[in-house]
Protein backbone atom coordinates (compact mmCIF):
# COMPACT_ATOMS: atom_id res chain seq x y z
CA UNK A 1 0.00 0.00 0.00
CA UNK A 2 1.12 3.11 -0.99
CA UNK A 3 0.13 6.41 0.86
CA UNK A 4 1.05 10.01 -0.98
CA UNK A 5 0.13 13.14 0.99
CA UNK A 6 -0.11 16.45 -0.78
CA UNK A 7 0.06 20.23 1.02
CA UNK A 8 -1.31 22.95 -0.26
CA UNK A 9 0.08 26.42 1.13
CA UNK A 10 -2.89 28.66 2.34
CA UNK A 11 -2.90 32.37 2.87
CA UNK A 12 -4.25 34.11 5.73
CA UNK A 13 -7.38 36.60 4.61
CA UNK A 14 -5.11 39.48 5.91
CA UNK A 15 -2.18 38.48 3.51
CA UNK A 16 -4.38 38.01 0.59
CA UNK A 17 -6.48 41.09 0.63
CA UNK A 18 -2.83 42.95 1.01
CA UNK A 19 -2.29 41.93 -2.38
CA UNK A 20 -5.74 42.00 -4.14
CA UNK A 21 -7.07 45.17 -3.11
CA UNK A 22 -5.43 47.33 -5.73
CA UNK A 23 -7.82 45.16 -8.16
CA UNK A 24 -10.76 47.28 -6.79
CA UNK A 25 -12.14 50.75 -6.70
CA UNK A 26 -14.45 52.91 -4.68
CA UNK A 27 -16.34 53.73 -7.88
CA UNK A 28 -20.08 52.63 -7.45
CA UNK A 29 -21.83 49.94 -10.64
CA UNK A 30 -23.71 53.01 -12.32
CA UNK A 31 -26.23 50.79 -14.47
CA UNK A 32 -27.47 51.89 -17.92
CA UNK A 33 -30.37 54.22 -18.23
CA UNK A 34 -33.12 53.16 -18.82
CA UNK A 35 -35.26 52.82 -22.03
CA UNK A 36 -38.15 55.04 -22.18
CA UNK A 37 -40.72 53.92 -24.76
CA UNK A 38 -43.25 56.30 -25.89
CA UNK A 39 -47.04 55.41 -24.93
CA UNK A 40 -48.88 53.39 -27.52
CA UNK A 41 -52.21 55.16 -28.31
CA UNK A 42 -55.05 52.54 -29.13
CA UNK A 43 -56.89 53.40 -32.73
CA UNK A 44 -60.15 54.86 -32.52
CA UNK A 45 -62.59 55.20 -35.29
CA UNK A 46 -59.62 54.17 -37.73
CA UNK A 47 -57.32 57.27 -36.50
CA UNK A 48 -55.05 57.05 -33.62
CA UNK A 49 -55.58 59.46 -30.63
CA UNK A 50 -54.17 62.69 -30.44
CA UNK A 51 -50.46 62.99 -28.66
CA UNK A 52 -50.35 64.25 -25.26
CA UNK A 53 -50.25 67.97 -24.82
CA UNK A 54 -50.85 68.68 -28.41
CA UNK A 55 -53.71 70.52 -30.42
CA UNK A 56 -55.96 69.31 -32.92
CA UNK A 57 -58.51 70.92 -35.93
CA UNK A 58 -61.89 70.14 -35.02
CA UNK A 59 -64.29 69.68 -38.16
CA UNK A 60 -66.40 72.42 -39.16
CA UNK A 61 -68.47 70.00 -40.71
CA UNK A 62 -71.90 69.69 -38.79
CA UNK A 63 -71.13 72.22 -36.35
CA UNK A 64 -73.39 74.69 -34.15
CA UNK A 65 -74.07 76.87 -36.95
CA UNK A 66 -74.23 80.57 -34.59
CA UNK A 67 -71.31 81.76 -32.63
CA UNK A 68 -72.16 81.95 -28.89
CA UNK A 69 -70.78 83.05 -25.51
CA UNK A 70 -71.85 82.04 -22.09
CA UNK A 71 -73.11 78.85 -23.48
CA UNK A 72 -72.09 75.41 -21.46
CA UNK A 73 -70.27 72.14 -22.56
CA UNK A 74 -69.59 68.99 -20.97
CA UNK A 75 -68.14 65.85 -21.55
CA UNK A 76 -70.17 62.64 -21.29
CA UNK A 77 -67.27 60.20 -21.25
CA UNK A 78 -67.69 59.71 -24.92
CA UNK A 79 -68.59 62.73 -26.86
CA UNK A 80 -68.87 66.67 -26.18
CA UNK A 81 -71.56 68.79 -26.11
CA UNK A 82 -72.40 72.49 -26.63
CA UNK A 83 -75.79 73.63 -26.10
CA UNK A 84 -77.40 77.43 -25.55
CA UNK A 85 -75.80 80.57 -24.98
CA UNK A 86 -76.47 84.01 -26.36
CA UNK A 87 -80.01 83.33 -26.03
CA UNK A 88 -80.05 80.04 -28.30
CA UNK A 89 -81.68 76.86 -27.23
CA UNK A 90 -79.48 74.86 -29.89
CA UNK A 91 -76.11 73.25 -29.88
CA UNK A 92 -73.76 70.24 -31.36
CA UNK A 93 -72.36 66.99 -30.12
CA UNK A 94 -69.34 66.19 -30.92
CA UNK A 95 -67.24 62.88 -31.49
CA UNK A 96 -63.58 63.04 -30.85
CA UNK A 97 -63.12 59.69 -32.42
CA UNK A 98 -64.93 60.39 -35.27
CA UNK A 99 -64.11 64.12 -35.87
CA UNK A 100 -67.95 64.25 -36.23
CA UNK A 101 -70.58 67.18 -35.08
CA UNK A 102 -74.51 66.30 -35.18
CA UNK A 103 -76.94 68.89 -34.27
CA UNK A 104 -78.79 68.69 -30.57
CA UNK A 105 -82.38 68.47 -31.33
CA UNK A 106 -84.67 71.24 -30.59
CA UNK A 107 -87.83 69.27 -30.04
CA UNK A 108 -89.48 69.94 -26.38
CA UNK A 109 -85.84 72.06 -25.74
CA UNK A 110 -85.12 73.96 -23.00
CA UNK A 111 -86.42 77.82 -24.16
CA UNK A 112 -83.68 79.83 -25.41
CA UNK A 113 -81.00 80.77 -22.32
CA UNK A 114 -76.94 82.23 -21.44
CA UNK A 115 -75.49 81.78 -18.52
CA UNK A 116 -77.26 78.28 -17.00
CA UNK A 117 -75.02 75.64 -15.91
CA UNK A 118 -75.23 71.95 -17.42
CA UNK A 119 -73.34 68.54 -15.61
CA UNK A 120 -73.70 64.91 -16.61
CA UNK A 121 -75.17 62.59 -14.92
CA UNK A 122 -73.79 59.25 -13.87
CA UNK A 123 -76.41 57.57 -16.63
CA UNK A 124 -74.32 59.92 -19.43
CA UNK A 125 -77.51 62.32 -19.54
CA UNK A 126 -76.85 66.29 -19.22
CA UNK A 127 -78.99 67.77 -17.20
CA UNK A 128 -79.49 71.74 -17.92
CA UNK A 129 -80.85 74.55 -15.59
CA UNK A 130 -81.26 78.06 -15.13
CA UNK A 131 -79.96 80.97 -16.76
CA UNK A 132 -81.30 84.33 -18.08
CA UNK A 133 -83.03 85.08 -21.40
CA UNK A 134 -82.73 88.78 -21.92
CA UNK A 135 -83.27 90.26 -18.55
CA UNK A 136 -85.44 87.31 -17.23
CA UNK A 137 -83.89 84.94 -15.05
CA UNK A 138 -85.21 81.32 -15.47
CA UNK A 139 -86.31 78.87 -13.18
CA UNK A 140 -86.50 75.45 -15.22
CA UNK A 141 -84.61 72.66 -16.81
CA UNK A 142 -84.51 69.66 -18.91
CA UNK A 143 -82.62 66.27 -19.13
CA UNK A 144 -80.89 65.58 -22.60
CA UNK A 145 -79.80 61.98 -23.88
CA UNK A 146 -77.66 62.53 -26.28
CA UNK A 147 -78.23 58.78 -27.40
CA UNK A 148 -81.78 59.59 -28.65
CA UNK A 149 -80.91 62.96 -29.25
CA UNK A 150 -84.16 63.92 -26.92
CA UNK A 151 -85.24 66.30 -24.27
CA UNK A 152 -87.28 65.42 -21.52
CA UNK A 153 -88.50 67.60 -18.76
CA UNK A 154 -87.45 67.88 -14.94
CA UNK A 155 -89.82 67.99 -12.15
CA UNK A 156 -91.09 70.77 -9.52
CA UNK A 157 -92.12 68.58 -7.01
CA UNK A 158 -90.57 69.82 -4.05
CA UNK A 159 -88.44 73.05 -3.13
CA UNK A 160 -86.88 73.93 -6.75
CA UNK A 161 -84.17 76.52 -6.51
CA UNK A 162 -85.82 80.33 -7.21
CA UNK A 163 -85.03 81.49 -10.67
CA UNK A 164 -81.55 82.46 -10.96
CA UNK A 165 -78.19 82.63 -13.59
CA UNK A 166 -74.38 83.48 -12.76
CA UNK A 167 -74.92 80.06 -10.13
CA UNK A 168 -72.89 76.79 -10.52
CA UNK A 169 -74.36 73.24 -10.13
CA UNK A 170 -72.47 69.97 -9.92
CA UNK A 171 -73.32 66.54 -9.92
CA UNK A 172 -73.11 64.17 -6.84
CA UNK A 173 -73.25 60.67 -7.59
CA UNK A 174 -73.01 59.59 -4.12
CA UNK A 175 -76.32 61.41 -3.24
CA UNK A 176 -79.89 59.60 -3.98
CA UNK A 177 -80.52 56.54 -5.45
CA UNK A 178 -79.53 57.30 -9.21
CA UNK A 179 -77.24 60.64 -8.15
CA UNK A 180 -78.26 64.37 -7.49
CA UNK A 181 -77.64 67.75 -9.23
CA UNK A 182 -76.89 70.63 -6.75
CA UNK A 183 -77.60 74.42 -7.00
CA UNK A 184 -76.34 77.38 -5.71
CA UNK A 185 -75.69 80.46 -5.56
CA UNK A 186 -75.73 83.27 -8.43
CA UNK A 187 -77.86 86.18 -9.12
CA UNK A 188 -81.55 85.22 -7.99
CA UNK A 189 -83.74 86.59 -10.12
CA UNK A 190 -86.85 87.10 -8.20
CA UNK A 191 -85.22 89.22 -5.34
CA UNK A 192 -82.60 91.30 -7.88
CA UNK A 193 -79.76 90.17 -5.75
CA UNK A 194 -76.96 87.66 -5.23
CA UNK A 195 -77.99 84.80 -3.62
CA UNK A 196 -76.71 81.85 -0.92
CA UNK A 197 -79.59 79.37 -1.33
CA UNK A 198 -79.79 76.50 -3.19
CA UNK A 199 -81.14 73.22 -3.95
CA UNK A 200 -80.60 69.36 -4.61
CA UNK A 201 -82.17 67.60 -7.60
CA UNK A 202 -82.56 63.96 -6.77
CA UNK A 203 -82.81 62.66 -10.47
CA UNK A 204 -84.70 59.09 -9.38
CA UNK A 205 -87.63 61.05 -7.50
CA UNK A 206 -87.26 64.06 -9.63
CA UNK A 207 -88.23 65.81 -6.95
CA UNK A 208 -86.18 69.06 -5.07
CA UNK A 209 -84.69 70.15 -1.40
CA UNK A 210 -83.37 72.88 -0.39
CA UNK A 211 -80.13 73.49 0.79
CA UNK A 212 -79.78 75.00 4.24
CA UNK A 213 -78.96 79.19 3.90
CA UNK A 214 -79.83 79.75 7.42
CA UNK A 215 -76.60 80.78 9.31
CA UNK A 216 -78.32 80.15 12.77
CA UNK A 217 -78.90 76.96 11.52
CA UNK A 218 -75.44 76.39 9.48
CA UNK A 219 -72.60 78.66 10.65
CA UNK A 220 -70.89 77.96 7.98
CA UNK A 221 -73.16 78.68 5.18
CA UNK A 222 -71.16 80.75 2.32
CA UNK A 223 -72.54 84.51 1.94
CA UNK A 224 -74.63 85.40 -0.99
CA UNK A 225 -72.37 85.22 -4.64
CA UNK A 226 -72.97 84.92 -7.76
CA UNK A 227 -70.09 83.91 -10.70
CA UNK A 228 -68.31 81.61 -8.33
CA UNK A 229 -67.03 78.06 -8.61
CA UNK A 230 -68.19 74.65 -7.30
CA UNK A 231 -66.56 70.96 -7.54
CA UNK A 232 -68.10 68.12 -6.14
CA UNK A 233 -65.17 65.65 -4.03
Not at 4 to 12: A, C, D, L, M, N
Not at 45 to 64: E, F, I, R, S
Not at 145 to 157: A, D, S, Y
Request: proline share 9%; hydrophobic share 35%; net charge positive.
Amino acid sequence: TKVETITVGKRSFDEWWETARTAFTNNPVIPPPAIIFPPILPPIGGKCLMVPDAWKKMTYVNQPSTARSNHTAVWTGAEFIVWGGSNLNTGGIYNPGTNAWAATSTANAPSWRSNHTAVVTTAGQMLVWGGVYGTKALGDGKSFNPVGNTWTGMGTLGTPPTPRYYHTAVWAPQIGASGSMIVWGGWNGTANSETNTGAIYDVWSDSWSATCSNPLVCPNVPVARREHSAVWT
